[in-house]
């Protein structure tokens, strides 16, 4: 699975977008970005994932850049709730399924 | 919204002594996982169990790990002697084979060994 490269801690503050970026220049073409979070020592949660279309769902959004070396999960109007570790992991989807390979994620902090 | 449940929350243990770490995955999956995380660390995979056997484990998961689906419902991680060292977050988690796209994990339990 493809390396990544996350900035290990950002502020944003409460109500404007979080923009979290993520370096994954050794990705393959047939490598997903996918995006989860863990709020204070809870179980990780999946946010979204995507190939190389951005993608939007109800939590976030995910812009992919042509060349797929790096991406950007935004929180469009972040809260205190979304204070967490925010983990970028690149992996192939098998039809089996897969492990993930967490790396030290950002630790968000959303200030009021 | 279907869960993974994981009991219990926490588990005190003398050095030595045998554990179980119980999980129910969600009802309709069929791929099962444990994750650790020491704490400050980050999350570290352990092991993958699909069709009663054990798809793939990391270098973590010695012969002191073991895991079972000793019915339809329940996924369990023992370790045989535990350690200090083993003091962790333990995560339980599943996901659908075919699309294997999103993991759901449980809230964790947290194994002290004193």
């Known amino acids: 699975d493809a390396k990544t490269t996350q900035p290990p801690s950002m502020d944003c503050a409460e109500g404007r977008a979080a923009n979290l970026p993520c370096n994954h220049s050794?990705?393959?073409?047939?490598?997903?970005v996918y995006w989860y979070r863990q709020i204070h020592s809870q179980g990780p949660q999946y946010i979204i994932h995507g190939l190389k279309n951005n993608e939007t769902n109800e939590m976030a959004s995910l812009i992919i850049t042509e060349d797929r070396k790096s991406s950007t999960l935004i929180l469009p109007h972040a809260t205190l709730r979304d204070t967490a570790v925010y983990y970028c992991?690149?992996?192939?989807?098998?039809?089996?399924?897969?492990?993930?390979?967490f790396g030290q994620g950002t630790e968000l902090s959303v200030k009021p | 919204e279907p869960e993974v449940t994981q009991t219990p929350s926490h588990q005190v243990t003398q050095m030595g002594q045998e554990v179980i770490l119980r999980c129910v995955p969600i009802?309709?999956?069929?791929?099962f996982y444990w994750y650790r995380q020491i704490l400050g660390q980050k999350v570290e995979f352990l092991v993958s169990?699909?069709?009663?056997?054990?798809?793939?484990k990391s270098e973590i998961f010695d012969d002191q790990f073991s895991v079972e689906r000793p019915d339809g419902s329940n996924f369990t991680l023992k370790i045989r002697s535990t350690k200090l060292e083993d003091s962790a977050m333990y995560f339980c988690?599943?996901?659908?084979?075919?699309?294997?796209?999103?993991?759901?994990f449980g809230q964790g339990t947290r194994l002290t060994v004193v």
């Open positions: 988690a599943s996901s659908e084979a075919r699309l294997s796209i999103e993991a759901f």
């Open positions: 050794t990705i393959s073409g047939n490598e997903y």
């Open positions: 992991i690149v992996r192939v989807t098998y039809n089996q399924g897969g492990k993930l390979i």
């Open positions: 169990f699909y069709n009663n056997e054990i798809s793939e």
């Open positions: 009802s309709n999956h069929l791929y």
